[in-house]
């Protein structure tokens, strides 16, 4: 069933059109994936999604009504969750303080209950409760992040590169914490990675950006099969 959908974005920056038209649509519980070379535009269409930069046309419809106009904070109250590459903590604070500043805007006991999963899911945060997040290594700060979101009991969770600069290891634990949030608690993960095949494979669906617009879209199996993924994967082709 769609949760989300997108129809014809279109950003610019000036003269220059990053996103030119771009219609996805996301199924509530599906890991749906975007890939593409440099400056194809994945990272401005996540945040023209959760209101970060404004769009010049195009509609963003969140079970079924168009939010293309709602500002990040109301998002967020809507459920829908961003995390940036960087910044996607608060450095000074520490995990703690973090996952309770995460659950704001629950009651007391919700949040404690809330964090209690949390922790379920990021036990590595366990022994770290007390540390400044800006003194984690990059795999803790990203299962901070994600923690946080499962805190905010977020329904739609978009992640920008959260594999970005980790060791081969930790991002497969990072793909695996994805997994298991789609599993076990329902998330819907919009994900954008570099990491195109191994990110393919834990995916339901994706799309493919090129030059700010959909070069071609599909189940994450016809994506892996698909030639141009294969030559793009390959390096043999810049599509
Ligand atoms: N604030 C901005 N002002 C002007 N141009 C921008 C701005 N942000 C992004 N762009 C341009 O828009 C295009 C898309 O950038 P974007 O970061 O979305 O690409 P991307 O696919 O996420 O790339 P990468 O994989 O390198 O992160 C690029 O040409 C980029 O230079």
């Known amino acids: 069933m769609e949760i989300l959908r997108t129809e014809n974005i279109v950003k610019c920056f000036g003269e220059f059109r990053a996103l030119n038209g771009v219609s996805i649509s996301v199924n509530k519980g599906d890991v749906t994936l975007i890939i593409g070379p440099n400056g194809s ?26 939010i293309a106009k709602v500002p990040p904070h109301q998002k967020a109250r809507m459920k829908i969750a961003y995390l940036p590459q960087t910044n996607n903590v608060f450095a000074n604070l520490t995990v703690e303080e973090n996952l309770k500043i995460a659950g704001y805007v629950l009651d007391k006991d919700k949040v404690k209950e809330r964090i209690e999963i949390a922790l379920d899911v ?33 329904e ?16 497969e634990v990072i793909f695996e914490k994805i997994i298991e949030m789609r599993d076990e608690f329902g998330l819907t993960i919009l994900l954008v990675e570099q990491n195109a095949k191994r990110a393919l494979e834990i995916s339901d669906n994706g799309y493919m950006f090129v030059s700010g617009r959909v070069a071609f879209e599909g189940t994450a199996e016809e994506l892996l099969n698909h030639e141009k993924f294969k030559e793009y994967s390959l390096g043999i082709t810049a599509i």
Do not use: C, H, W
């Open 41 to 66: 535009g994945k990272s401005t269409f996540l945040k023209t999604l959760f209101g970060l930069t404004k769009i010049y046309s195009g509609e963003i419809i969140f079970k079924d009504k168009n």
């Open 122 to 154: 990021f036990p590595e945060l366990k022994d770290i409760l007390k540390r400044k997040a800006g003194t984690l290594s990059g795999g803790q700060r990203q299962f901070l992040a994600m923690g946080m979101a499962l805190v905010r009991d977020a």
């Open 156 to 171: 739609v969770l978009m992640l920008d590169e959260p594999t970005a600069q980790l060791s081969p290891k930790l991002a």
